[in-house]
């Protein structure tokens, strides 16, 4: 396996920007997770897909957060119009998916994302 | 709510004195229990994980864990700490039935060893 890749490791932007998060899963993955860790804290999921499907998005902080896997491969995590509290690291998980007692994640090492 | 509480924010043991890491969950039914291990710049790794069955279990780098049903704990272990292990620790659960993304962390409990 060569790893889940997150791109960019370190990403500052101004106050209003918006940003876009890529992560490459593990190949043959079929799922894909997205968490937000601010510092203290543990991470805290966001979303998942299953193949392209997106089948929890509840927890999506706000709509300025969208995420996207368009092929089943691939995702993308959009921040909208960001704001100072969206400074985190944003972290991505795949796994093959076989149930929850078989199922072994995978993490990235994330994205840091900073906010001026 | 559902939560994951780890007491301990951070730890400092000597290296090759023994470790324990506290756990405690707070769930109606039985819960997956999980510990993870974060190095800096590194992903999240996972050490053990309990789902049913033999509540000491064992994991990997020589750390174990005990799910204590009556006092809703999980905590991590392991005999001999060594300076490799340094780094932050992370319990979490899911619910029973629930994907394994779909996890809760503890705040976590940053390990230093002393040498």
């Known amino acids: 396996d060569t790893g889940v890749s997150q791109d960019p490791r370190h990403k500052i932007t101004k106050r209003g920007q918006n940003v876009t998060f890529r992560c490459d899963p593990i190949?043959?993955?079929?799922?894909l997770y997205w968490y937000r860790q601010t510092l203290g804290q543990g991470p805290e999921f966001l979303t998942y897909f299953q193949n392209e499907a997106q089948l929890e998005k509840s927890r999506l902080l706000s709509d300025r957060f969208s995420a996207e896997r368009p092929k089943g491969s691939f995702s993308t995590l959009e921040i909208q119009r960001t704001e100072q509290g969206d400074s985190a690291m944003y972290l991505c998980?795949?796994?093959?998916?076989?149930?929850?007692?078989?199922?072994?994640?995978?993490f990235g090492s994330g994205t840091q994302l900073s906010v001026l | 709510a559902q939560s994951v509480t780890q007491p301990d924010i951070h730890i400092t043991v000597s290296e090759g004195a023994s470790l324990e890491l506290r756990c405690n969950y707070s769930?109606?039914?039985?819960?997956?229990l999980f510990w993870y291990v974060q190095s800096p710049g590194q992903g999240l790794q996972l050490l053990l994980k309990?789902?049913?069955?033999?509540?000491l279990v064992q994991g990997i780098k020589g750390f174990e864990a005990e799910f204590k049903r009556s006092q809703s704990s999980f905590n991590l272990r392991k005999p001999s700490v060594h300076w490799s292990d340094a780094a932050e620790y992370f319990c979490a659960v899911i619910l029973y039935g629930g994907s394994q993304g779909n996890l809760i962390f503890g705040k976590g409990t940053k390990l230093s060893v002393k040498p």
């Open positions: 769930y109606g039914a039985t819960p997956y």
């Open positions: 998980a795949s796994s093959l998916g076989r149930g929850a007692t078989n199922e072994k994640l995978f």
């Open positions: 190949s043959e993955h079929n799922r």
């Open positions: 309990y789902f049913s069955g033999d509540t």
